[in-house]
Nanobody, 120 residues
Framework: QVQLVESGGGLVQPGGSLRLSCAASGRIYSINAMGWYRQAPGKQRELVAAITSAGSTNYAHSVKGRFTISRDNANNTVYLQMNSLKAEDTAVYYC??????????????WGQGTLVTVSS
């Protein structure tokens, strides 16, 4: 069994910062892309940022310059540093990973989600 466990969400004031973490565990052979998505109330889930195993990154236009995605391949962990947070960043944030297990089975795995609320 493979799972992603997120942490780091919470309540923060506009202009503040938060750091999300997501650790993958289980019978993992390798991980391709890892990323963060978010879903605000009444809206569709959207990509926030993604990073390949080689370190190439991709960001949603709305978070460029404010959010930074990084990963620790040795520990199968991905991070999202969120700075200059705005009310419109309020959402449930989900971690996602493309994982090959031993036996070369390919899985797309989602975390359980962590709530980020930006409010004064």
């Amino acid at each position: 069994q493979v799972q992603l466990v997120e942490s780091g969400g919470g309540l923060v004031q506009p202009g503040g910062s938060l750091r999300l973490s997501c650790a993958a565990s289980g019978r993992i052979y390798s991980i391709n892309a890892m990323g963060w998505y978010r879903q605000a109330p009444g809206k569709q889930r959207e990509l926030v940022a993604a990073i390949t195993s080689a370190g190439s990154t991709n960001y949603a236009h709305s978070v460029k310059g404010r959010f930074t995605i990084s990963r620790d391949n040795a520990n199968n962990t991905v991070y999202l540093q969120m700075n200059s947070l705005k009310a419109e960043d309020t959402a449930v944030y989900y971690c996602h990973a493309e994982i090959y297990t031993y036996g070369y089975r390919f899985l797309e795995v989602w975390g359980q989600g962590t709530l980020v609320t930006v409010s004064s």
